[in-house]
Every structure is written in C-alpha cells, then in structure tokens.
C-alpha cells in the first residue's frame, strides 16, 4: 500500500513543444506572467485527445473561465495533470466576447468536464457545443444574466474594488439597502411584471432524466418513479439534492441538483482585495479551513514570488495534517449515521475533533473560521503551551484513539456487510471523472499532489501515499485510517524538524502588491485537489479567482457511481465522496 | 432540577417533598413541559450547521436542556434553527419548511449570515437574512457563534417560552391561527409574493429611466 516517492520529472514545457506539433493551431501563451497554450477553439478536441493519449495527460483538473472585458475577450482555461506525477499543464482557448460565446465541450475527452462545463455556462455564459445536458447548474433556470461577467452588476453593487470608498478613507456608515431601489437584494429587468411571471421550475431537469427510458427483459416499457433527495434530507450532508429515478428500487439515473449553498465566493473574491480573501476561503470547505488557507496562500505567493518562512512552514504542515485528521475522524462519523448507526461512532469522532479544534482555537483565535495563513507564512507564532499540546495530542492521545475507532468499527459484522463488495468506482472510471482525494486512491490509484507535485515542504517528509485496491465502501472507509496514521507520521517529523524563527518572511501588511499573471496552485486537502487560479493584472484586486474545488469536481462522478445500485445505498455512495455544501456550491 | 421554573413563587414546599409536589398553575406547566422538550428540526445550511452538530456532542451536550432529539421532519418540529446562508435558491424551501412546522414554532437565525447576510451579503444569490420572510424569536451572532453562543441563545428562548400564556398565545386564539407565508417565487431574481407590486412599479420606473 506505499508507493516510492516518484522523482521530479523536468517542467512539462520544455518537452511537450505542442506548437510545433499543432503549427498554426497551438501557439504559447506569451503574456507576462502566463504560461501555457492557446489553441484554436475549432480543434481544441484533437488537441485534447492527443494531451490525453499521447501526452500521458489523464486527469483533467479544471475547467473554467475568464472575461476579459476590456479586450473584448472571452477565454476557457483548462488544467491538466498526470497522475504519475509531475507538474501540470495548461491549455487555453479564446473566442470573442459576443453573444453567442461557443466553444467545443471537451465532455467526449474527459466525463469530468461535465459539471465544471456548466458552470462556466452557468456564470459565464459560455456555450459548450456538444454538450449532452447543458442546464444552469448553481444558479436556477431563468435567472436573468451571467453573474461572472465583469459587466454584469449585482443588485447591492457599490463598486468594482474594495476598499470601498464610502467605507475608507471617507467611513460614511450606509446601508447596502439604500442604494437599492426594493431597499432589498433584489434588482429586476426594466418593465418586469412578476404578476405575469411563469416559474421555469424544474422542468428542464426532469426533461433530462426523462431521457432514460427502462425496458426490462421482454423489451417493454416499465414505469419508474422520479424521488428528490434533499435539499433537506438528513443524509445529504447539507442542502444536496438528488433527482433519482428508480425502476423499482434500482437507481436508473441521477442528476445532482447543487447551487443551494452558492453564495457568490468568487464573485465577492474578485471585488475582495487578495488578503481579504484570506477569510473567505475558511468558509469553503468550512471542515478544513486550514487546507484552504494553505491552496490560497500558496497561490498567491507563487504570483507574488515570495518566500514562506522556515518555520512558517513547519506551521503550516502541522496545522494542514492537524486538519487532515479531523476531517477524516468526522468523515468518520457522519458515514457510519450514513449507514445507520446513528451517533455513536459520530460522538467518538466529535470528541477528538474537538481536541484538535482547542489547538485552532489557541492558535488562531477561532475554532473553524481559522484565517490563520497570510502571504509569506502565518499570522502569529504558535505559543510553547500549544506545542506541547500538540505534541501530546500526536504522541500519546491520537494513535491510541486511531486504533480504538478501527477497533469499534473495521471488524464489525454488521458494517463489514454494509460495505464489503459494495462497488464504487474503479480507477480507470474515476480518472476520467477527475476523481481526486481518498476515492481515487482508494480505487487502486496512488495520486497524491503531496507526492506527485510536492508543495510546501512536503518533500522532506517520509510517509506513504495510502492506496487500496478494491475501490469498494468498506476501502473508502478504511483508506481515512490509513490517512490519519500517515498525518501522524508527518506530524511527528514535523514536531521534530521545526526551526525557531520568524513565522513570516514579509512585514504585516493590509495591501499586498501581486505583479501582473496568472497563478494555478493546487493542494493535496482532505477531499482530494482543491486549486485556486488566479489572475492578477496589478491591481490590488483579482481580475479572477477560481476555485476548484474537490467536492465539486467528485460529484461528477456521482451519477456514474450510482448508476445500477439500490436506493438504499446512495446514502453511503454519496456519504464517502465527503462533499461539502460550502465547497461544492461557493 | 426544574422544579425553580415550575414552582409558582410564594409556596414552601418542605424539603423532603421538593421533587415529588409542585404548585403551580396551568400557564407555567404548559410551558415548562414546552421548554423542556424544544424540538429542532434536523436542517443545516451551512458552517453553522456543523457547530449546531457541535452542540448536540459531548462536551457541549445539549440533552441537559431536552433538545437532542433533532426531528428531520418539519411536521414534528418545533423549532427552525437556521444554521447558515440563506441562499435565494434555498429559500422557498425554507419557508416551505417553516409552513409545515405546527405551531408553537420558533425560528432562531444562528450566525451572521442567517441574521442579516453576514459576510456574504453582497452576493447575488444572498438572503440578507431570514428575517425578510420568517418571524425570528432569537438571533445568535457570530461566524459561527461557538456552540456555548448558541447554546445561551437557546436559552434565551426558554426565557421566551416561559413568559408566553396560554391565553394569549396566537395558536389558541381564536381564528389566530397562523397565516403560512407565501413561498417565494424564482424569476428573474426572487419574487416575494408580498411585494409585487412594489416589484412592478420599480421595473416599470426602470423602464422608463432606461427609455428616457
């Protein structure tokens, strides 16, 4: 179950010259501070297919785009990486900015462009052509606009860039509702009449499950049911929902309908100043913020070109693998009530977690919303009673506590059958969905950005990428165990190795200078690879801020694995992707 | 023990007999059985919903004040506690929800974003707080409060409970039964169904801004 560590391979573009390959099609991406490709959007499948085939490109890690509204340009940014290892690659395709903006989907290379497609539909009204199901996904049918386009204003708009000055250097106190005609959220079309107003509903979404029609072994028709799980339903982690369609108790087709929880993280992140962003990203993945501090910071500090602190650094990696153990502890938990057993494996969970929370807590100031991480290292130095703490927690209380959850739970007939033999995915399968995290490794497939593409100090450290075979529930589960004892070994290295030092390699700053470029880093959280891509264009505001974030490139897949399986099992099936709500809608 | 609640004050009771007679009158038995066995309804949004989470565990347990038993069915609820961001796709729902509780029922906004939008306002798809569609009885601020906050919240509405009267509570008054409120619309942006024509007169000036 380990894997050696795999060498570092030398950077993609020296050896994939793609525009000598593609003359005339593939040309380098040769604005300052960018890197990577532009191709042509009428042979951008070929080109993917050869990326994917040839190139050894197999996972497509994110899809997104970017208004560029003063060139009058719209452009789609996909990520590429391998998952034997080594740096990424990116690819971009630009069309103009008018309507209607079409360009190729790349769903028929990879299955994984599917949800990431339309939300690029969604908020930047691109068209994916060739796209099957090509729906608004975070926001609802009829909603008026593209809210990702930079022309597009929202109803409590102030203006473009914080701070604004309303608020600094004038501070007037007013109201976001006294800009607001309805002195509310709200801004309707000119002339709009809602007495008239017909709701599209969810039409469009049942239209696309009525495309699977059942038929049984005599070749007729059979009735099926259509049932919605969520948004409120107790096994949904959150305001998911589920369209299912069932032939009896068979799930015949699936459609995750998610946007509940959107709450417009990264449009409020390209009016945020970069260090205002800090705090949102907390409330992402709202498990972990500490990982997504880390994405974030990293990032960014790759824009800016700056060192991190030595021992800004061993922080980091300690609160990151601290993070790593409470969320598989909780995940844990919440899929054994999955599964039925409700609370108690929960409440063991719940106890340990919250040991580490108190470390957070002394650390940061705030049990969740940590904010902790700043460009350069982290916002104030661990105190010595808390390293103690620490060290006790990683010493003597957690490996203790490890082996007692896997004795409650790993030989335990009742869970051994819930789980045993109940397929997944398999590797190949969750390669092409871009499955990333625990789920892919538990289908046999050691990808782990913490070796495949080191960042931080990762590379100092000795521990295994955890991999399981079989790809079924009960590996899901057992692979977070693995993963908790491998943190520890990292945690202790870590305790071991940390220097005396300053804990931030800049001066405290409000407004922190990023040079113009663009910036894709990524991260090995607790869900698998969450990336931020940012572009900057020199001002104190992202011109973008993208975040790819695990939960929702996971749910792709959701519909593959379910496929075929009883009802009763989608609880679990969808319990072990730990998906997120904040994560998964932003 | 509960016995201070549901004592009437000015009757001894000799110490031998504290927990076996009480007086009282009707008003505080209602209501110290009401506030003892508050039922939340098993709904979480979003950040908040973990620490809500929090406080059912054990070092926060909140079983002391008769509340562990979460009901995810709204028809045996009694009390809304709207852990999160109230999004505009989301809401519908909510009141949806909320409409399905029987009475008594309770709504507590937990957290910055439920009581007015939090650090989320601005956004697009952001109810600037459960407020503009459903009764708030408490509001616990923070982001997200600790689970002591919102366990002194809760509290708060005990206090609530306990001051409420058979006589005049609105579910026993006559023809006072609640009136469900209207479920919000998704049209172009969300449509509440009180303020149409509000909605109306605001599109048509823009109509005509827009023509001048």
């Not at chain 1, 800004?312 to 919440?334: C, D, K, P, S």
């Not at chain 2, 009694?78 to 519908?92: F, H, R, S």
Request: glycine letters at 8%; proline letters at 8%; hydrophobic letters at 40%.
């Amino acid at each position: 179950m380990s894997m050696p560590s795999m060498g570092t391979p030398a950077p993609v573009q020296e050896f994939v010259d793609l525009s000598s390959r593609f003359p005339g099609i593939v040309a380098p991406d040769s604005r300052a501070g960018f890197t990577g490709w532009i191709v042509a959007a009428e042979r951008l499948v070929e080109v993917a297919t050869v990326l994917r085939d040839e190139l050894g490109f197999d996972l497509l890690s994110c899809v997104t785009g970017v208004d560029y509204l003063p060139e009058n340009r719209m452009e789609v940014v996909y990520h590429l990486n391998r998952t034997t290892g080594g740096p990424g690659l990116n690819f971009k395709v630009q069309v103009a900015r008018a309507d209607p903006i079409e360009v190729p989907s790349l769903i028929g290379v990879w299955p994984g462009a599917d949800l990431q497609e339309r939300e690029a539909w969604d908020l930047l009204g691109i068209r994916f052509a060739g796209h099957p199901d090509l729906r608004r996904i975070l926001m609802w049918e009829g909603f008026e606009g593209h809210p990702l386009r930079k022309d597009w204003k929202e109803a409590f708009y102030e203006e473009d860039g914080k701070p604004f000055k309303s608020r600094w250097p004038e501070g007037q106190l007013q109201m976001a509702e006294d800009r607001n005609p309805l002195q509310d959220n709200l801004s309707f079309p000119p002339g709009f009449d809602p007495e008239k107003w017909i709701p599209e509903g969810d039409a469009l979404l049942y239209g696309s499950l009525a495309r699977y029609t059942i038929k049984d072994e005599q070749g007729l028709s059979t009735d099926s049911i259509v049932v919605n799980m969520g948004p409120q339903h107790p096994s949904t982690h959150g305001v998911f929902r589920a369209a299912i369609k069932l032939n009896g108790e068979t799930i015949v087709a699936l459609k995750p309908v998610i946007g509940y929880l959107h709450r417009n993280h990264e449009k409020i992140g390209e009016r945020n100043t970069f260090l205002l962003n800090m705090p949102y990203t907390d409330r992402l993945d709202y498990f972990n913020s500490m990982a997504n501090n880390l994405g974030y910071a990293i990032t960014v500090e790759k824009l800016m070109g700056i060192p991190v602190a030595e021992r800004a650094e061993y922080i980091r990696v300690i609160m990151a693998e601290l993070t790593r153990i409470q969320n598989h502890l909780v995940f844990i938990g919440n899929l054994l009530n999955d599964l039925g057993a409700m609370y108690t494996p929960a409440l063991y969970a719940f106890e340990e977690r919250e040991l580490i929370l108190d470390i957070f807590e002394a650390v940061s100031g705030a049990r969740m919303m940590c904010n902790y991480l700043r460009f350069g290292g982290v916002v104030r130095d661990v105190p010595p009673d808390v390293m103690e703490k620490i060290r006790g927690l990683v010493h003597d209380r957690l490996p203790g506590k490890t082996d007692e959850m896997e004795r409650l739970l790993t030989e335990n007939e009742i869970f051994l059958s819930r789980t045993k033999g109940v397929p997944m995915i398999d590797g190949e399968t969750a390669v092409q969905y871009s499955i990333t995290g625990p789920v892919l490794r538990a289908a046999g497939v050691p990808y782990d950005i913490r070796r495949a593409d080191p960042y931080s100090i990762y590379d100092r450290f000795e521990f295994d990428v955890a991999v399981r075979p079989h790809g079924d529930l009960f590996d899901n589960y057992i692979i977070r165990i693995d993963e908790i004892r491998q943190s520890l070994r990292i945690l202790e290295q870590a305790l071991k190795g940390i220097p005396e030092g300053p804990v931030n390699s800049q001066k405290p700053q409000y407004q922190v200078r990023v040079p113009a470029g663009e910036a894709y880093g990524r991260i090995e959280s607790p869900k698998g690879e969450l990336a931020y891509y940012v572009v900057s264009n020199g001002k104190p505001n992202p011109w973008r801020y993208h975040v790819r974030a695990p939960s929702f490139v996971n749910i792709s897949a959701l519909e593959k694995i379910c496929l075929g399986k009883k009802i009763a099992d989608f609880v679990a099936l969808f319990g072990v992707l730990d998906v997120v709500m904040g994560e998964l809608d932003r | 023990m509960t016995e201070q609640s549901l004592n009437s004050p000015g009757y001894e009771i000799s110490p031998d007999m504290q927990n076996v007679v009480a007086i009282t009158n009707l008003d505080r038995l209602y209501n110290w059985g009401r506030r003892s066995s508050v039922w939340p309804l098993m709904f979480g949004l979003a950040c908040c919903a973990i620490e809500m989470i929090v406080a059912q565990t054990a070092r926060y347990d909140l079983a002391r004040f008769g509340m562990e038993v979460m009901r995810p069915s709204p028809r045996q609820a009694d009390l809304m506690l709207v852990a999160g961001t109230v999004t505009k796709k989301m809401v519908p729902a909510i009141v949806r929800l909320y409409n399905q509780m029987p009475e008594p029922k309770y709504v507590v906004a937990m957290g910055a974003c439920a009581s007015g939008g939090g650090p989320f306002k601005e956004g697009y798809n952001v109810v600037a707080g459960i407020d503009k569609f459903l009764p708030v009885d408490v509001y616990v601020p923070g982001c997200p409060p600790t689970p002591q906050a919102l366990i002194a919240g809760l509290i708060r509405l005990q206090q609530k409970i306990d001051k409420e009267s058979i006589r005049s509570v609105r579910w026993y008054r006559k023809g006072g039964d609640t009136v469900a409120v209207p479920v919000p619309i998704l049209g172009p942006d969300l449509i509440d169904p009180r303020r149409m024509p509000e909605i109306k007169r605001v599109a048509a000036q823009g109509a005509a801004e827009a023509k001048s």
